[in-house]
Each structure stands twice: as structure tokens, then as C-alpha cells.
């Protein structure tokens, strides 16, 4: 996906952002920010924020698998999937 400098890439999700969100995707997006102890929801969230009731089932998914201690410490698991959104071009 090419965009021109300073533009931000196109996708086919529809992101809503912290300022658009109201009713159950602003209160999910209020419960992450309350635990993850971060102020800024991360883009990969926020493309399910149109579906608030699969929002919540992904939260307590990547907390239970992707944030839990395992073979593979949680930094090194944030390192690999920031690594694996940079090889995909992800823009979020």
C-alpha cells in the first residue's frame, strides 16, 4: 500500500478514534485505557470499534494469550508482533 509522504495509508476498516467513539466502543476503549494503565488506544483496537461486543472478546483474548507470561516474555512477544506490522505495512 503506497501513500504519499505525510498522508496517512488507506484502509478498508473503518477506524474509530478516541474522540468519535461513543456509547459501548468509547466504554471499551475507556475499560482498556483503565487496564493497560496507557492513554492512547493502539489502531489495531480501534479497527473493531464499529463491533464493541468483539472488541471486548479481542481484549481478553490478547490479554489471556498475547500478554501473559509464557515461553516468551510479554516484551519479547510486543517486539515480534511490532516487528510483524512493520513487515505488513500495517497502519495500525
Request: glycine residues 8%; aromatic residues 10%.
Amino acid at each position: 500500500m503506497s501513500t504519499e509522504p505525510g498522508q496517512k495509508p488507506a484502509t478498508k476498516i473503518r477506524i474509530i478514534e478516541d474522540a468519535e467513539a461513543t456509547g459501548d466502543t468509547a466504554a471499551a476503549y475507556d475499560d482498556w485505557r483503565a487496564g493497560s494503565g496507557r492513554k492512547q488506544v493502539p489502531g489495531i483496537l480501534k479497527c473493531f470499534g464499529a463491533r464493541p461486543d468483539f472488541l471486548r472478546q479481542v481484549i481478553q483474548f490478547s490479554n489471556t494469550v498475547h500478554f501473559s507470561e509464557g515461553h516468551l516474555s510479554r516484551r519479547h512477544k510486543e517486539m515480534i508482533a511490532s516487528y510483524v506490522s512493520y513487515l505488513n505495512h500495517c497502519p495500525y
